[in-house]
């Protein structure tokens, strides 16, 4: 059974809008979640992370959001610019603090951001 | 920093054959981690090491794979007898052990196995 899930496989948006991005988890116990942007052909590449005792975390155009009482998270692009375009992966990291530490990933949605 | 490194980016091998990938982490990252992302999907976490240490190792990873660090430098993940399954990506990444969670895991760009 799936931990992490983005119910949405994709998302298309008009440049200088806001792209939401949406991540529902059913571990209660993770502790960070962080989302990553991968082009082809490339690795995961790190966005921005929140903690599970914050309910925001903000960075430059990015923000992310928790809501813990409903297991579910979402990422803010504001503006978003064409090279926004690119699957987003919504991870949570389980053991934090030297136990396990291994990110449990989404299936991703694919962000295309129109000029 | 060239961040991390994944040999080959690409390679084709018949059904049978064993291929081994190679992974140099960022230097100052202790922990090393292997995951493999087929179409459709997202990485599914194989195994990581904590310096040479493989601490954990995912219900994934059968007795085909084998991951090795030694020295606690480079890592290279062996496959035997591929399998057609066996196709994916197969992506490393590196991190501090201190703070995974502020600052993610750095990937390298993968290794894409085809097997024929």
């Known amino acids: 059974d799936q931990q992490v899930k983005q119910n949405s496989p994709s998302l298309s948006v008009q440049e200088g809008r806001i792209s939401i991005l949406n991540c529902d988890y059913t571990n209660s116990m993770f502790d960070y979640f962080l989302w990553y942007k991968k082009y082809p052909a490339e690795g995961p590449t790190f966005l921005i992370s929140i903690s599970s005792i914050k309910d925001k975390n903000e960075d430059g155009r990015f923000t992310v959001f928790l809501n813990k009482s409903a297991k579910h998270l979402s990422l803010h692009i504001v503006p978003s610019q064409p090279g926004d375009s690119a699957v987003y992966f919504c991870a949570a990291l389980e053991g934090y603090g030297g136990s396990q530490g291994n990110l449990i990933f989404g299936k991703g949605t694919k962000l295309s951001v129109k000029p | 920093d060239t961040g991390v490194s994944q040999d080959p980016r690409h390679k084709i091998t018949k059904r049978g054959q064993n291929v081994t990938f190679r992974c140099d982490p960022i230097s100052e990252h202790n922990r090393l981690y292997w995951y493999r992302q087929t179409l459709g999907q997202g990485p599914e976490f194989l195994t990581y090491f904590q310096n040479e240490a493989q601490l954990e190792k995912s219900r994934l990873l059968s007795d085909r794979f084998s991951a090795e660090r030694p020295k606690g430098s480079f890592s290279t993940l062996e496959i035997q007898r591929t399998e057609q399954g066996d196709s994916a990506m197969y992506l490393c990444?590196?991190?501090?052990?201190?703070?995974?969670?502020?600052?993610?895991?750095?990937f390298g760009s993968g290794t894409r196995l085809t097997v024929v």
């Open positions: 990444a590196s991190s501090r052990t201190e703070d995974p969670g502020d600052y993610g895991y750095t």
